[in-house]
């Protein structure tokens, strides 16, 4: 029998039609954790009830389908009566752990009481959420001999927000007292903790997952001993103040706080020295300044990154940035850790003063009420992983990315707990990006599409559009990078090069994170040039072999395998390479060093489009680090750091000050510990 396009409108037609009820679905979302889908008591019982009078729908049996999930494939296995899905099981072991990982029963609730794949997705799970609903429509096709397709939902909402959440005092069953709340144990929140436990505070961290969140470890910082120490050999690392301020500002279109940059710039260096003394006390790490800042071009660098690196001992040991720091704090006795406990709201006097909050326990969902004698230090990072917040925040930079496991977490509640209490949002909404993603030949850039992390993406190789065509100068910040692709056909483009690229790839004298070499003072690079390429070429999950990286022994081949228009591209390749051969780019103004020829087989290309890191706007703070209303009055009792902070990143993220956002997030936390330890 042939297959039939079967809409959810008409499957739940012929649902009624058979007199079967259909349950309703509870809202499978809230801030940090998925909340327990709820049913009608007789959502279970209703299809058994009906099915002697009801006609058969489905053949009776056990289907099974998978689809593509962020870090895997999701299996879903349904066991079907003619009438109804009785039994559903999805296996999603393989995505992450505390994000897609533990939303399986949820989802298997949620169907079995919809009996239907058009269920909401789990918060911050989006990504393995729509792969759960696409493996349930096909199984659900497979029983009814039907076309079953996943409704699209618009999430984009002016409503995004939403009111916070009441809960009454009867459901509130544990109290906790402590000086210093910290929500969130990321790179903000443990440096926030580490100097309140050393300034003798009384401290709890609350973590909605399972485990810390990594730490961040390039961190950019201005005149710390290492870099003063490094002028007498490489002057050309001294950085001027007033510049780098003027640059910020520059990159932010003015839509910055500039005081709030000269707070990093005038502490940044005690934090990286106190990091570095701390870390270097174990015999487990030692600390390097990431001294480089590429040849000269139309774009400044600064030589502001540091980062740690493992001695002998640490590596033997096998300690972790966030082993060491935490167990720096168990060290002093003054921390408290609570880990699977979510933030739901902030709790605040009747003049606004914050004095805790109302959070949850993910292990039995039973609330909590936390006082914080001293403040509340908010460090539960961006939005990046609440599809409802971009779509209506940042529509550009979902049409721009692709979703691959490693990635922000964050799903913008504590954004939202801080609105509640009356804070300001920055006005305008961007990203940290990176040209670190790719796509398969037949396939381009969305926050639908599922790609694979590809490191090798910076290198300013020749780039060219689906035309086949050349469209800016691909040397420059990643993001400008990034955001003339999104001017080109779907926002995706193509990396191109040659057997040669290792030659070239030192030759491009890179900076930061994406420099595959030694950097010139010696200092590690954060990935070797083989260690990359070896991802990208060899075993059976390299890009080669998965069909995201394509090789050919002919340009004409190469253009067929990336579904790229051959002549197009064969004339554009042609053209770059004579502009490479006389050392000036005529067409885009490229630097000579970063003009190198694609004429030496075999030839590779692949499809690129974003990695989304993590958001940069949030909600507003004063020097102090204390978060601010509209009208600029600080809200007593309430501190921030990190990505839910605002006034300091506007429109593009400045990497080429390697390790800022990091250093921000890290020297806030400190000082924003320090503000609120030294009140009585």
Same mark, same amino acid.
């Given at each position: 029998?042939?297959?039939?396009?079967?809409?959810?409108?008409?499957?739940?037609?012929?649902?009624?039609?058979?007199?079967?009820?259909?349950?309703?679905?509870?809202?499978?979302?809230?801030?940090?954790?998925?909340?327990?889908?709820?049913?009608?008591?007789?959502?279970?019982?209703?299809?058994?009830?009906?099915?002697?009078?009801?006609?058969?729908?489905?053949?009776?049996?056990?289907?099974?389908?998978?689809?593509?999930?962020?870090?895997?494939?999701?299996?879903?296995?349904?066991?079907?009566?003619?009438?109804?899905?009785?039994?559903?099981?999805?296996?999603?072991?393989?995505?992450?752990?505390?994000?897609?990982?533990?939303?399986?029963?949820?989802?298997?609730?949620?169907?079995? #009481?919809?009996?239907?794949?058009?269920?909401?997705?789990?918060? &911050?799970?989006? @990504?393995? *959420? =729509?792969? +759960? $609903?696409?493996?349930?429509?096909?199984?659900?096709?497979?029983?009814?001999?039907?076309?079953?397709?996943?409704?699209?939902?618009?999430?984009?909402?002016?409503?995004?927000?939403?009111?916070?959440?009441?809960?009454?005092?009867?459901?509130?069953?544990?109290?906790?007292?402590?000086?210093?709340?910290?929500?969130?144990?990321?790179?903000?929140?443990?440096?926030?903790?580490?100097?309140?436990?050393?300034?003798?505070?009384?401290?709890?961290?609350?973590?909605?997952?399972?485990?810390?969140?990594?730490?961040?470890?390039?961190?950019?910082?201005?005149?710390?001993?290492?870099?003063?120490?490094?002028?007498?050999?490489?002057?050309?690392?001294?950085?001027?103040? #007033?510049?780098?301020?003027?640059?910020?500002?520059?990159?932010? &279109?003015?839509? @910055?706080? *500039? =005081?709030? +940059? $000269?707070?990093?710039?005038?502490?940044?260096?005690?934090?990286?020295?106190?990091?570095?003394?701390?870390?270097?006390?174990?015999?487990?790490?030692?600390?390097?300044?990431?001294?480089?800042?590429?040849?000269?071009?139309?774009?400044?660098?600064?030589?502001?990154?540091?980062?740690?690196?493992?001695?002998?001992?640490?590596?033997?040991?096998?300690?972790?940035?966030?082993?060491?720091?935490?167990?720096?704090?168990?060290?002093?006795?003054?921390?408290?850790?609570?880990?699977?406990?979510?933030?739901?709201?902030?709790?605040?006097?009747?003049?606004?003063?914050?004095?805790?909050?109302?959070?949850?326990?993910?292990?039995?969902?039973?609330?909590?009420?936390?006082?914080?004698?001293?403040?509340?230090?908010?460090?539960?990072? &961006?939005?990046?992983?609440?599809?409802?917040?971009?779509?209506?925040?940042?529509?550009?930079?979902?049409?721009?990315?692709?979703?691959?496991?490693?990635?922000?977490?964050?799903?913008?509640?504590?954004?939202?707990?801080?609105?509640?209490?009356?804070?300001?949002?920055?006005?305008?909404?961007?990203?940290?990006?990176?040209?670190?993603?790719?796509?398969?030949?037949?396939?381009?850039?969305?926050?639908?599409?599922?790609?694979?992390?590809?490191?090798?993406?910076?290198?300013?190789?020749?780039?060219?559009?689906?035309?086949?065509?050349?469209?800016?100068?691909?040397?420059?910040?990643?993001?400008?990078?990034?955001?003339?692709?999104?001017?080109?056909?779907?926002?995706?483009?193509?990396?191109?090069?040659?057997?040669?690229?290792?030659?070239?790839?030192?030759?491009?004298?890179?900076?930061?994170?994406?420099?595959?070499?030694?950097?010139?003072?010696?200092?590690?690079?954060?990935?070797?040039?083989?260690?990359?390429?070896?991802?990208?070429?060899?075993?059976?999950?390299?890009?080669?072999?998965?069909?995201?990286?394509?090789?050919?022994?002919?340009?004409?081949?190469?253009?067929?395998?990336?579904?790229?228009?051959?002549?197009?591209?064969?004339?554009?390749?042609?053209?770059?390479?004579?502009?490479?051969?006389?050392?000036?780019?005529?067409?885009?103004?490229?630097?000579?060093?970063?003009?190198?020829?694609?004429?030496?087989?075999?030839?590779?290309?692949?499809?690129?489009?974003?990695?989304?890191?993590?958001?940069?706007?949030?909600?507003?703070?004063?020097?102090?680090?204390?978060?601010?209303?509209?009208?600029?009055?600080?809200?007593?009792?309430?501190?921030?750091?990190?990505?839910?902070?605002?006034?300091?990143?506007?429109?593009?993220?400045?990497?080429?000050?390697?390790?800022?956002?990091?250093?921000?997030?890290?020297?806030?936390?400190?000082?924003?510990?320090?503000?609120?330890?030294?009140?009585?």
């Amino acid at each position: 029998m042939a297959n039939k396009e079967l809409s959810r409108r008409d499957f739940l037609k012929g649902m009624a039609a058979g007199a079967v009820g259909m349950a309703t679905m509870g809202v499978l979302s809230g801030c940090g954790e998925a909340a327990t889908a709820s049913a009608p008591a007789a959502a279970t019982e209703a299809p058994v009830a009906a099915a002697a009078a009801a006609e058969a729908i489905y053949t009776p049996g056990t289907y099974s389908a998978a689809a593509k999930g962020i870090a895997s494939d999701v299996k879903v296995t349904m066991t079907f009566s003619e009438t109804a899905i009785t039994d559903c099981k999805i296996d999603v072991s393989g995505e992450t752990k505390d994000i897609g990982g533990k939303i399986g029963p949820a989802m298997e609730q949620a169907v079995l #009481d919809a009996q239907s794949p058009d269920v909401d997705a789990v918060s &911050g799970a989006t @990504v393995t *959420s =729509d792969a +759960i $609903k696409k493996a349930v429509a096909d199984c659900i096709s497979q029983a009814s001999g039907k076309d079953v397709t996943v409704a699209q939902t618009v999430v984009a909402s002016a409503d995004w927000l939403g009111e916070a959440p009441a809960i009454s005092e009867g459901d509130i069953t544990e109290t906790l007292d402590t000086e210093v709340l910290v929500v969130g144990c990321g790179t903000g929140g443990i440096m926030a903790t580490m100097t309140a436990a050393e300034e003798g505070a009384k401290v709890l961290v609350i973590e909605k997952r399972e485990t810390p969140t990594g730490i961040r470890e390039d961190i950019g910082s201005i005149n710390s001993r290492l870099q003063l120490e490094s002028f007498a050999e490489y002057p050309e690392f001294e950085i001027d103040k #007033d510049e780098a301020l003027h640059e910020l500002v520059r990159y932010a &279109g003015g839509y @910055v706080d *500039s =005081d709030l +940059i $000269k707070v990093w710039i005038d502490n940044s260096g005690e934090l990286v020295d106190w990091l570095t003394d701390l870390m270097e006390s174990t015999g487990d790490w030692y600390m390097s300044l990431e001294g480089g800042i590429g040849q000269p071009e139309f774009y400044k660098a600064y030589a502001t990154g540091h980062s740690p690196h493992k001695t002998a001992q640490g590596t033997e040991k096998g300690v972790t940035t966030t082993s060491t720091f935490r167990d720096f704090c168990d060290k002093t006795g003054n921390v408290d850790w609570r880990f699977q406990t979510s933030l739901i709201k902030l709790e605040q006097t009747s003049d606004g003063k914050v004095t805790g909050v109302i959070a949850q326990d993910a292990t039995d969902g039973h609330y909590l009420r936390i006082n914080a004698s001293k403040g509340v230090i908010m460090a539960t990072g &961006g939005y990046a992983t609440n599809t409802q917040m971009m779509l209506a925040l940042q529509p550009q930079t979902m049409k721009m990315k692709a979703n691959v496991p490693i990635g922000s977490t964050d799903d913008g509640s504590g954004i939202k707990a801080m609105l509640w209490a009356g804070a300001e949002l920055d006005p305008t909404h961007a990203s940290m990006m990176f040209n670190r993603c790719s796509v398969k030949p037949d396939e381009t850039a969305g926050y639908q599409t599922n790609g694979k992390w590809y490191w090798f993406g910076e290198q300013p190789f020749l780039k060219v559009n689906l035309n086949g065509k050349r469209f800016c100068n691909e040397s420059g910040p990643y993001e400008h990078m990034l955001h003339s692709m999104y001017m080109q056909p779907n926002h995706t483009y193509c990396d191109i090069f040659d057997s040669n690229c290792k030659k070239y790839a030192e030759q491009f004298d890179e900076v930061g994170c994406c420099r595959l070499f030694a950097f010139p003072n010696g200092a590690e690079s954060n990935m070797p040039f083989d260690y990359v390429w070896g991802q990208m070429t060899e075993g059976e999950n390299s890009h080669l072999a998965l069909g995201y990286l394509q090789k050919a022994d002919t340009l004409d081949e190469l253009a067929e395998k990336l579904n790229i228009p051959v002549d197009a591209f064969k004339e554009t390749v042609w053209r770059y390479n004579t502009f490479c051969a006389r050392g000036l780019d005529e067409d885009y103004g490229k630097p000579e060093h970063r003009l190198t020829p694609v004429d030496t087989p075999p030839f590779y290309g692949i499809r690129t489009c974003a990695w989304h890191l993590t958001t940069l706007n949030g909600c507003r703070i004063n020097t102090d680090m204390q978060v601010i209303r509209e009208d600029g009055t600080p809200i007593e009792g309430l501190y921030a750091t990190g990505d839910c902070t605002g006034g300091f990143f506007a429109q593009t993220y400045p990497n080429l000050f390697t390790g800022l956002a990091c250093g921000r997030t890290m020297t806030f936390g400190r000082r924003a510990a320090k503000k609120v330890c030294a009140k009585r």
